[in-house]
């Protein structure tokens, strides 16, 4: 087969993510024409900044979700064709069997291994980690944020001289110190999920209750459904291997199959509980910002006056009140931790060395950028164009929320 030229590498591409192009007109399609009726995710559509952002987010979300479930990738991301290394885009295969794809889309890499696919995978690595982690830094910001503004005194003095001291380290200095071998291997990833995965079943244990608790007959049986679950994910999330610590050292309270059905990949579990960890005090901070000026509104004085309690107060008064510059955060906060995770990636810790994400495969391909482009400069403008995304999608946010 004949190399492929410009125009039919393009061509080729756009039709490969023909799934991805097809989500998009249908979601912005049933959007704009339900936008009225969606609160501030419809009047995003009013603004051409917020569309654009939120456009290169979903784009790179459908990308992901597609690569993983292999409707769009060209080739396995991890297998190496022989003849195939720093090939440059559009290169054929020298055998191709029955069903396999005949060309590297974005040529190969120092490894003989498709630029394309791992492109494509790489998204995926990205989607999955970033807004998990941000959810679980912004409950933890949360539980202790709300308490810490509305309560003030010894309480707020202390939680915010922990959040300070944290952020008082080089945010990749921190990382380079949770991530390294000798760290992990003294059980030190593990003890902080176990406390980091918490505040997600405090949260929803108070968010129901302080809403529930005159309603008794309803209360109790849905504090029992949810947490249940919620508790038997979090031992799915905190356990390896049937233990509840999992050393190369030590084993510590072993678990039941039915609690520990999946291991999370040990790099991986570092890599999220370092992001989350990192993210937390920022989120405290900024929470904790907020309540202490929403505290003073006539509408929490009413609260008080019914005789409603602290926490119902915090989280059904204080906390929706917030939305807006938290939902904003929410976004560059996502953002943030990308480029983290491309960061532990480029300098090969945490993620398995074969792991497609974007850090690991610019990391690769600058070896022999003076020579070869194709390599890294694929990943470092999906890294780019997503990051670009989630902060155009916070600019229109703001936008639209300052208009409530």
Known sequence: MEPLSTFEIITRILVQLSPVWISLVLLYALSIAF??????????????????????????VFTGIYGALDMIVTHDALSQVSGMKNKVPGTALRSVEEGDYGWYLLGGDNLARDVFSRLIKGAWEVIKIAPLAAIFAFMVGITLGLPAGYY?????????????????????????????????????????????????IIFLAVLLNSRYHTRPALRTPLLIGVLGFATWMYLQLVSSGGYLINTPDFKIIGLPSVLDFFDIDPGLLVVFVSVVFVNSPTVFRIVRGLTMDIKTRDYVAAAQTRGEGPWYIMLWEI?????????VDFCLRIGYTIILLGTLGFFGLGLAPE?????????DG????????????????ALLSLVLGLNLLADGLREESLKD
């Open 152 to 200: 003030g005194g010894k309480l707020d003095v202390f939680l915010s001289f922990l959040a300070n001291l944290i952020l008082a380290f080089p945010v990749i200095l921190l990382f380079y110190l949770l991530v390294t071998p000798e760290i992990v291997a003294t059980g030190v990833p593990n003890y902080m999920a176990i406390v980091l995965f918490v505040f997600p």
């Open 319 to 327: 906390l929706p009140n917030a939305r807006g510059p938290l939902i």
């Open 366 to 381: 600058r070896k022999l950028l003076s020579i070869y482009l194709h390599p890294a400069l694929p990943p470092a403008l």
């Open 355 to 363: 792991s497609p994400d974007w850090g690991s495969t610019i990391n």
């Open 35 to 60: 936008k009225r009726r969606l609160g501030l995710y419809g009047k995003l559509f009013d603004s051409p900044i917020g569309m654009i952002g939120f456009g290169l987010v979903m784009f790179w």
